[in-house]
């Protein structure tokens, strides 16, 4: 049975002395499955793992993906994405996002079927600031008064990539392919799922890409989100980690939000980043549509 601890009362455990580098017994992955399910954050403190090693193991809990952002994807390693404010010997940028602060936001919520599970690897990372939070979107919708939570019952968030780009801090960041354009179109998804197993409602939410919501007028739309959002990032309902050089976090985007501070633009940050898609008969999923009402699109 696996040693772990406990890091907040209803996200975040900590796993204690596995050697992820390793071939794991069947009945430890089982366990570390159902401990990713069940509490959304899996931290592994202090590892020393090469990229091939990361990739075997974040492929325990579901395929890998390659996700839109190909110019921030490692060489070596196509699937791992390298996020950092550290440039080469030509003055480009290694990877992507920098060093600026980042809002609460649930990665690619802005496709059709998001690949909800992520990992993030620390290899140097800067002495103060680029500290990352993580929310609980089932604590906090059990926290919604009850007239907020009849508000949104029923309602789609539309989700908007062009939002997210607009708001990164480093104009290399914001330029996309075509390519990357095409397969990023204006989508929405329920605001509120339920998990497959339990049924256990959660919100789905991500504040860098949300334009408004389905057949609502913008500016309602964007009102009631707020009011949404004001509540579910509630103290209570969040994670805070503290990284250290070799830690590695395992998140469902199904159902938590995260958000990083900013940090010294001289100090270095080299981060590497996996996409898993989860099973969906043990994780909430997102719905995808394509966002078609002209009602709740930003003028």
Not at 138 to 146: D, S
Not at 151 to 158: C, E, F, L, S, T
Not at 270 to 295: C, F
């Amino acid at each position: 049975m696996l040693e772990t601890r406990q890091l907040h009362p209803t996200l975040a455990r900590e796993v204690v002395g596995l050697r992820l580098w390793e071939r794991l017994d069947e009945a430890i992955v089982a366990e570390l499955r159902t401990l990713y399910a069940q509490y959304g954050v899996l931290v592994f403190r202090r590892r020393a793992l090469s990229e091939a090693e990361l990739a075997a193991f974040c492929a325990l809990f579901g395929p890998l993906e390659r996700t839109v952002r190909s110019d921030w994807a490692s060489p070596t390693a196509p699937e791992v994405t390298v996020l950092s404010n550290l440039k080469d010997a030509l003055g480009r940028p290694i990877g992507g996002l920098g060093d600026g602060e980042l809002q609460w936001h649930s990665d690619q919520s802005y496709m059709l079927e998001p690949a909800t599970g992520a990992a993030l690897y620390a290899l140097e990372l800067p002495s103060e600031g680029g500290e990352t939070f993580w929310v609980d979107l089932r604590a906090a919708y059990t926290g919604l008064p009850r007239q907020l939570r009849a508000r949104i019952a029923g309602k789609r968030g539309i989700f908007d990539y062009t939002k997210r780009l607009a708001g990164y801090g480093r104009e290399a960041d914001q330029q996309i392919s075509e390519e990357t354009r095409r397969l990023t179109p204006p989508v929405s998804h329920a605001l509120v799922r339920a998990h497959p197993g339990t049924g256990e409602r959660s919100l789905y939410l991500d504040s860098t890409t949300t334009v408004g919501i389905d057949y609502m007028d913008t500016a309602s739309g964007l009102a009631l989100l707020d009011e949404v959002y004001e509540s579910a990032t509630r103290d209570e309902f969040v994670y805070a980690h503290q990284w250290q050089v070799g830690d590695l976090l395992l998140w469902d985007n199904g159902f938590t939000m995260h958000r990083r501070t900013p940090f010294d633009p001289s100090a270095r940050r080299l981060m590497k980043r996996m996409t898993m898609k989860l099973d969906r008969h043990h994780h909430v999923m997102p719905d995808g549509r394509l966002a078609q009402s002209e009602i709740g699109m930003p003028i």
